[in-house]
């Protein structure tokens, strides 16, 4: 049988699982019983659902898969740890995930695009352009594939902060939430997982809404409208403006906190002029910022604003922190990680 026309398990929610079990025929709490094998034991073969008639398991062998992806290979950056995987879709299309190992976790970074249509001009994926959106399945399994290929110790939290942008891809983001934070999955609870967005205004209310209370993450890189644009696109079509007032009600609704991340750029927003902005800006919302030092991809693009982007020398981005930390709002400066296997922010991009 084609491997592709097998109904795929991996990313379907709970309740999806059990509307499928009852359409064949099968009671709904075989539904459960499935989803407790998938996403708490991780299994990727029916004959280990030992809690399933032999019959049963030989028909969900027939019609059904639980590997939404294959792992292709890892690469591990022998400085900080980062461990960077391949994998690849059933579509033959490449997507990446990186773990970053800190002191008491380890972040998962995970794509929902297969490239991204935004073009941030400090984003290697951008560079590669938009082939297509992940679908649920394909978004958790690099969580359980990652997991599983993962040799130095446990995944501890996720943020959507890969290959593409979440909010764009969102009922599919949406649903492997779901899953992961579902009452009988055992592994993630919403205070571990993270969304990290370019600012997409009316898809952060709606998941304002949704009641999941993941925490945000806002690519910030400007306070400034025009120098914002200059640097993402995206700008022009959904301001600064919009975004912090999607931000405000976030938060509010949510109770939690916001986190700006804000690659630090040589000239473009490293000066006291930004500063003062950020600080103003961090005034309205319980939040924290996230300076992330920008890795040049210069070698990827010759021409344009994204060749002419230089990092802020590391002296400088902890002068900057300080002048915003004096004012009592909290800093955090991430360490590079992982530039050597090019798996650090922004420089996610397949080349196989
Ligand atoms: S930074 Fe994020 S949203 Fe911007 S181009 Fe890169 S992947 Fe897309």
């Given amino acids: 049988m084609n491997k592709t026309k097998k109904v795929q398990l991996k990313g379907l929610t709970i309740?999806?699982?059990?509307d499928y079990f009852k359409s064949i025929g099968e009671s709904a709490f075989r539904g459960e019983q499935v989803f407790n094998w998938i996403y708490n034991h991780k299994v990727t073969d029916f004959n280990e659902m030992q809690n399933l008639s032999k019959e049963l398991r030989t028909r969900l062998?027939?019609?059904c898969e639980i590997a939404a992806l294959d792992f292709v290979t890892s690469e591990n950056s022998p400085s900080t740890g980062t461990t960077k995987f391949l994998f690849k879709t059933n579509d033959d299309k490449n997507i990446e995930s990186v773990v970053i190992p800190e002191k008491e976790r380890s972040t998962l970074c995970i794509s929902t695009q297969v490239g991204c249509p935004l073009d941030c001009k400090f984003c290697a994926t951008g560079l590669m352009g938009y082939k297509r959106n992940l679908t649920p399945g394909e978004i958790v399994d690099q969580y359980f594939q990652s997991a599983k290929n993962y040799?130095?110790?446990e995944i501890t939290n996720i943020v959507y902060m890969g290959m593409g942008e979440p909010l764009l891809n969102f009922d599919n983001t949406l649903k492997s939430i779901k899953i992961f934070t579902a009452e009988l999955n055992k592994g993630l609870s919403r205070h571990r997982i993270?969304?990290?967005?370019?600012?997409?205004?009316?898809?952060?209310?709606e998941l304002a809404e949704s009641e999941l209370r993941i925490k945000l993450a806002f690519s910030l890189h400007s306070c400034f409208e025009d120098m914002r644009t200059k640097i993402m696109p995206i700008n022009k079509k959904y301001s600064l403006k919009e975004n912090i007032e999607a931000i405000k009600f976030y938060s509010k609704k949510t109770k939690t906190r916001i986190t700006y991340e804000y690659t630090m750029l040589k000239g473009i927003n490293d000066r006291d002029e930004d500063v003062k902005a950020l600080v103003k800006l961090c005034s309205n919302t319980p939040s924290k910022i996230n300076i992330i030092p920008f890795n040049s991809i210069k070698h990827m693009?010759?021409?344009?604003?994204?060749?002419?982007?230089e990092p802020t020398p590391l002296n400088e981005i902890h002068e900057f922190a300080d002048k915003v930390?004096?004012?009592n709002i909290t800093v955090m400066i991430r360490e590079t990680q992982g530039d050597d296997i090019a798996a650090a922010c922004g420089q996610l991009a397949v080349k196989h």
Avoid at 194 to 205: A, E
Avoid at 301 to 309: D, W
Wanted: hydrophobic letters at 20%; a negative charge; proline letters at 6%.
């Fill in 61 to 63: 062998d027939e019609t």
């Fill in 194 to 205: 993270t969304v990290s967005t370019s600012g997409i205004p009316h898809k952060i209310k």
């Fill in 151 to 153: 040799e130095d110790g």
């Fill in 325 to 327: 930390r004096n004012k």
């Fill in 15 to 18: 309740s999806e699982l059990r």
């Fill in 301 to 309: 693009a010759p021409e344009g604003i994204s060749s002419e982007l």
